[in-house]
C-alpha cells in the first residue's frame, strides 16, 4: 500500500536533493550557494487526486520561450490539460544567472514563499538534453513545501498564480552545485524545468 507513495516521493525527491532514497554522505562543510535549501525531511507526497498529463505535445505545438544562453539554447512548450510539455536543447545549454518565464499566467491566488504546493514538473539537464526527472512521466502530481526545495524551484514558483504554467533555467548553484550522480547531474550543469502549479496552501 505505501510502495506507490515510496515510489513518488523518491522520484520527485530530486527537486529536494535525492537525499530521501539514497545513503546520506559523511559530513562535510557545504558553504556552497543553493545547498542550504536541500531539505531531507520535507514532505513529498502524491498529490490528492492530482494528474499530469502523459501524452507527448503535438508536433505542432509552438515554444511559448526560447532562450539563447552563454552556450546552447533552449526552447520550452507548456503542458496542456491533455499534454505534457516540451524541453528542447541545443545543447550544451548553459545559463549565466537563473532566469523565470511565466508561459501562461494562471488566475489563482499568489503563491507565497513558505506555501506547500501541488505540481505538475519535467526536469531536463541543458549539458545533455536528458530528462532527469518527470512528474508528468509518472501521470501524477506531487505535493512538497517551498521551504524544502533546491532554490532555483523556489524562484520559479514563489509570487506566481496558482493555475500557472512556468519555466526556469537554473545555474548549478539554485540546483545541484555539488552535482547529482544518481541523477546523471554533473557540477556546473544547468537544469531547465516546465511547471504547472495545480495548488497552493
Known amino acids: 500500500m ?23 554522505p559523511e559530513s562535510s562543510s557545504t558553504s556552497s550557494a543553493g545547498t542550504s535549501a536541500e531539505v531531507t525531511s520535507a ?3 502524491p498529490a490528492a487526486g492530482g494528474a499530469c498529463p502523459t501524452a507527448a505535445p503535438g508536433s505542432d505545438a ?21 499534454a505534457a510539455p516540451r524541453i528542447d536543447v541545443t545543447k550544451p545549454f ?4 537563473t532566469q523565470v518565464q511565466t508561459l501562461q499566467a494562471g488566475d489563482g491566488a499568489v503563491v507565497p514563499d513558505t506555501a506547500t504546493v501541488s505540481v505538475c514538473y519535467m ?16 501521470g501524477e502530481a506531487v505535493d512538497f ?12 514558483i514563489a509570487g506566481q498564480k496558482v493555475g500557472s504554467t512556468v519555466a526556469v533555467a537554473m545555474v548549478s548553484a539554485d540546483g545541484y552545485p555539488e552535482g ?4 546523471g547531474i554533473e557540477p556546473g550543469d544547468t537544469l531547465v524545468f516546465a511547471i504547472k ?3 497552493a496552501s
Do not use: H, M
Not at 544562453?69 to 533552449?74: D, E, I
Not at 548553459?94 to 544567472?97: D, K
Not at 547529482?180 to 541523477?183: D, H, N, S
Open 145 to 156: 513545501p517551498l521551504t524544502g526545495v533546491v532554490p532555483g524551484f523556489q524562484k520559479a
Open 62 to 82: 509552438a515554444a511559448e520561450w526560447t532562450l539563447s544562453g552563454s552556450s546552447g539554447s533552449v526552447a520550452v512548450t507548456g503542458s496542456t490539460a491533455t
Open 123 to 138: 526536469g531536463v539537464n541543458g549539458r545533455d538534453g536528458s530528462v532527469f526527472d518527470s512528474s508528468y512521466e509518472r
Open 2 to 24: 505505501s510502495s506507490p507513495v515510496a515510489f513518488v516521493a523518491c522520484a520527485a525527491s530530486l527537486v529536494l536533493g535525492l537525499s530521501a532514497c539514497t545513503p546520506k
Open 94 to 97: 548553459t545559463v549565466a544567472q
Open 43 to 45: 514532505p513529498v507526497t
Open 197 to 199: 502549479i495545480l495548488g
Open 180 to 183: 547529482q550522480p544518481r541523477a
